[in-house]
């Protein structure tokens, strides 16, 4: 998980441009780039909430992640398995869930994306097809990020051999 980036690091604006484009077309609260770590999933983007991460634990939070491709809770009050949850149960009352898994080129869970709000609904099928079309955006962002990274400090330590040697 480190290689996608410093989980305490700032909100970086090109995930939030995904996250709002997200919201907008599936006309939610809360859109959400998340990312999980040792015991936590922390927020690469979030628009619509002050949360910045939150314990894997949750129920909401462990279901979105377990999920292998895609899903969607349309109404979470009425869900046995997540009356425990304090997202759902406390502030901010989430009703609506819906996600889609972002993998490792491994296969292994990166993190979602996904998509909250206060009331019960269901997504129409052009929405839904909104969530897979994202997540790739999402995966190719952080790939060309983590290229960035990875070029930008090769010019560093190149820099620094040619000033110091």
């Given at each position: 998980m480190r290689a996608s980036g410093n989980p305490d690091a700032p909100i970086e604006p090109p995930f939030d441009e995904i996250t709002r484009i997200g919201g907008y077309v599936c006309q939610n609260l809360v859109s959400i780039i998340s990312l999980v770590d040792e015991g936590r999933q922390w927020f690469k983007s979030a628009v619509g909430t002050p949360l910045r991460q939150t314990p894997l634990e949750q129920p909401i939070r462990a279901r979105?992640?377990?999920?292998?491709?895609?899903?969607?809770?349309?109404?979470?009050?009425?869900?046995?398995?997540?009356?425990?949850?304090?997202?759902?149960?406390?502030?901010?009352?989430?009703?609506?869930?819906?996600?889609?898994?972002s993998p490792t080129p491994n296969d292994l869970p990166l993190g979602t994306i996904c998509m909250l709000d206060d009331k019960p609904r269901v997504l129409s099928p052009e929405q839904r097809n909104v969530l897979p079309d994202h997540r790739r955006l999402q995966i190719d962002r952080g790939e060309l990020a983590t290229k960035r990274r990875g070029e930008a400090h090769r010019s560093d330590r190149d820099t620094e051999q040619r000033e110091g040697g």
């Open positions: 979105g992640i377990l999920e292998h491709n895609y899903l969607e809770v349309e109404d979470t009050t009425r869900d046995s398995g997540l009356d425990c949850d304090p997202l759902i149960t406390g502030d901010p009352k989430i009703s609506f869930y819906t996600g889609a898994l």
